[in-house]
T-cell receptor, first 114, second 110 residues
Framework: DAGVTQSPTHLIKTRGQHVTLRCSPISGHKSVSWYQQVLGQGPQFIFQYYEKEERGRGNFPDRFSARQFPNYSSELNVNALLLGDSALYLC?????????????FGEGSWLTVV | QKEVEQNSGPLSVPEGAIASLNCTYSDRGSQSFFWYRQYSGKSPELIMFIYSNGDKEDGRFTAQLNKASQYVSLLIRDSQPSDSATYLCAVMDSSYKLIFGSGTRLLVRP
C-alpha cells in the first residue's frame, strides 16, 4: 500500500516567490496535517484538515495557507517567501483527526529559499 | 505554552546495550504519545504509539507512559548501529495537533 506521498521532494525558490506543496494521504485516511521542520528542531504544526475543513492552525503568518480536496489530498501554499521559510515541510496522514489515531509522515518537501 | 522536553544528547551506547530515551510534557490533558525515529536528511518514521499508562512493547522497542508524572520513555533493547538516529517524542494536545520535542540523538557504537 502506498504511504503518504509528497511532491516535489526538493525545490529552490527566490525570496518573494510563491510555492505550492502537495500531499496525498494514505488511502482511506481523511485527515491531513502540515508541519515545518527547521534544522536541529522538532516539527512545528502549521495546519490540520479533516473532511476538507480546517480544524487547526499553528502560529504561522497569513502567508501560509492550505486546503484539502474532495479526494482528501492537500496543498500547502506559501506566499512572499522569506529566507527563514527554508525548511523540511512534512505532510502527516491519519484515519481521522482525533486522539487514538496513529499519524504517519510523508518523505517531506525540502524547500530552500535563496 | 505547551512544551515537550527531551535531552538533545548525543546518547552513546555500545552495540547490544539498552538505550533509554526520555521525554517530559507539560500539558496534563494530553492523550496520545508518539515516538518517531528520524535519520539525517529523512522524514520522521513512526516507531511507537501509546495512550494508556504502563508499557507497550513492539519487538526491541518498549514505550513507557506515566501520566501522573507526565513522562514517557522509549527503551531500545539489543541496540544496533542502524538504530543511530534522532528520536523525536511527540504529544497530541487537546486540539489533536502534535507537539514535538527537539529530539535526542542516539549513537550506537559497534
Amino acid at each position: 500500500d502506498a504511504g503518504v506521498t509528497q511532491s516535489p521532494t526538493h525545490l529552490i525558490k527566490t525570496r518573494g516567490q510563491h510555492v505550492t506543496l502537495r500531499c496525498s494521504p494514505i488511502s482511506g485516511h481523511k485527515s491531513v496535517s502540515w508541519y515545518q521542520q527547521v534544522l536541529g528542531q522538532g516539527p512545528q504544526f502549521i495546519f490540520q484538515y479533516y473532511e476538507k475543513e480546517e480544524r487547526g492552525r499553528g502560529n504561522f503568518p497569513d502567508r501560509f495557507s492550505a486546503r484539502q480536496f474532495p479526494n482528501y489530498s492537500s496543498e500547502l501554499n506559501v506566499n512572499a517567501l522569506l529566507l527563514g521559510d527554508s525548511a523540511l515541510y512534512l505532510c502527516a496522514s491519519s484515519l481521522v483527526g482525533g486522539s487514538g489515531n496513529t499519524i504517519y509522515f510523508g518523505e517531506g518537501s525540502w524547500l530552500t529559499v535563496v | 505554552q505547551k512544551e515537550v522536553e527531551q535531552n538533545s544528547g548525543p546518547l552513546s551506547v555500545p552495540e547490544g546495550a539498552i538505550a533509554s530515551l526520555n521525554c517530559t510534557y507539560s500539558d496534563r490533558g494530553s492523550q496520545s504519545f508518539f515516538w518517531y525515529r528520524q535519520y539525517s536528511g529523512k522524514s520522521p518514521e513512526l516507531i511507537m504509539f501509546i495512550y494508556s499508562n504502563g508499557d507497550k512493547e513492539d519487538g526491541r522497542f518498549t514505550a513507557q507512559l506515566n501520566k501522573a508524572s507526565q513522562y514517557v520513555s522509549l527503551l531500545i533493547r539489543d541496540s544496533q548501529p542502524s538504530d543511530s538516529a534522532t528520536y523525536l517524542c511527540a504529544v497530541m494536545d487537546s486540539s489533536y495537533k502534535l507537539i514535538f520535542g527537539s529530539g535526542t540523538r542516539l549513537l550506537v557504537r559497534p
